[in-house]
């Protein structure tokens, strides 16, 4: 079977710096995805990782080490903007995605 | 603008009644999904399509179903037989099987279905 584990909530304050943790187990791996979702609206793609070590974009980073079957999204100067659900979900390779059960991180001021 | 339409946002079931969302895309994508959403619960897949006239069942489908007939467009239908369908539903769609690349998928903005 696949599964995901994330923590449920995550607070900081602003201009901070925080990390959200994945682990996984699934019977196929070919990359971890990290989205971004605002209450109740569409989740949005934020980045991805085939490979092992950390991709930038911009106050985002995302890092992944296929070895531990561990990843994390960072999340650098935060925002108020940056309040929001954030799921990681694998691709295993057959054009569908299974999701964590997501992080709501909290910013404040 | 190139997206992903659901409608209704908001959408009531009566008892015993059957009920379909829609879900439309002008993106070209070859796969389209559906996702129920329930609080504090991430995406479940209910059932998925990488190309006209074929779906797969994904991990919920029982008392769903689904059609697809055209590329751009991906109805779900609620039936009766589903005894919880309160949630959230979440169409997207991507440009289909990509092996080990990233497989971004594009959400419309949800329906939000509860029972009367």
């Known amino acids: 079977g696949q599964s995901l584990e994330q923590p449920s909530e995550v607070t900081a304050v602003e201009g901070a710096i925080v990390q959200i943790n994945c682990t996984y187990q699934?019977?196929?791996?070919?990359?971890l995805s990290w989205y971004q979702q605002h209450d109740g609206g569409a989740p949005t793609f934020l980045s991805y990782?085939?490979?092992?070590g950390l991709e930038e974009t911009g106050r985002f980073s995302s890092f992944l080490s296929r070895s531990d079957s561990y990843g994390y999204l960072l999340l650098q100067e935060l925002q108020m903007k940056d309040s929001a659900s954030y799921f990681c979900a694998v691709n295993s390779g057959y054009s569908t995605l299974t999701f964590g059960k997501g992080t709501m991180l909290l910013v404040s001021p | 603008d190139g997206g992903i339409t659901q409608s209704p946002k908001y959408l009531f079931r009566k008892e015993g009644q059957n009920v379909t969302l829609s879900c439309e895309q002008n993106l070209n994508h070859d796969a389209m999904y559906w996702y129920r959403q329930d609080p504090g619960q991430g995406l479940r897949l209910i059932y998925y399509?990488?190309?006209?006239?074929?779906?797969q069942k994904g991990d919920i489908a029982e008392g769903y179903s689904v059609s697809r007939e055209k590329k751009e467009s991906f109805p779900l239908t609620v039936t009766s037989a589903q005894k919880n369908p309160t949630a959230f539903y979440l169409c997207?769609?991507?440009?289909?099987?990509?092996?080990?690349?990233?497989?971004?998928?594009?959400f419309g903005a949800g329906t939000r279905l509860s029972v009367l």
């Open positions: 990782n085939a490979l092992d």
């Open positions: 997207a769609s991507s440009i289909g099987m990509t092996g080990r690349a990233k497989n971004i998928q594009y």
């Open positions: 399509s990488q190309i006209v006239n074929d779906f």
């Open positions: 699934t019977s196929g791996f070919y990359g």
